[in-house]
């Protein structure tokens, strides 16, 4: 089993920045792709960044390119989101997730195996 737990979430203004981290547990996670996910009230889980296990992808979904960072420190079982100039639109709920499965990282929520608890991002207009 693999624990996952965001933290780094707040309120912030817009433009301004937040760095989340999603630290491993249980089982090392160096062989797992590693994402992160958004829920805003009322709508579905959305894909916002992953990396795959080795470090060397990193896949941005479109709303966020440019503007969040997506990293791993595999020493420290634990990957970390850098979001900048971050909007009214990136309040959310925040998820990390794991996915042993092989081959290219994936999108779809669906095929996640753990899911950390969540973190709250507001940002104010």
């Known amino acids: 089993q693999v624990q996952l737990v965001e933290s780094g979430g707040g309120l912030v203004q817009a433009g301004g920045s937040l760095r989340l981290s999603c630290a491993a547990s249980?089982?090392?996670?160096?062989?797992?792709?590693i994402s992160w996910f958004l829920q805003a009230p009322g709508k579905e889980r959305e894909f916002v960044s992953g990396?795959?296990?080795?470090?060397?992808?990193?896949y941005y979904g479109d709303s966020v390119k440019g503007r969040f960072t997506i990293s791993r420190d595999t020493a420290k079982n634990t990957v970390f989101l850098q979001m900048n100039s971050l909007k009214p639109e990136d309040t959310a709920v925040y998820y990390c997730?794991?996915?042993?499965?092989?081959?290219?990282?994936?999108?779809?929520?669906?095929?996640?195996?753990?899911w950390g608890q969540g973190t709250q991002v507001t940002v104010s207009s």
């Open positions: 997730a794991a996915d042993s499965g092989p081959g290219p990282l994936r999108f779809g929520p669906s095929e996640y195996d753990f």
């Open positions: 990396i795959s296990w080795t470090g060397s992808s990193l």
């Open positions: 249980g089982r090392t996670v160096s062989n797992y792709a």
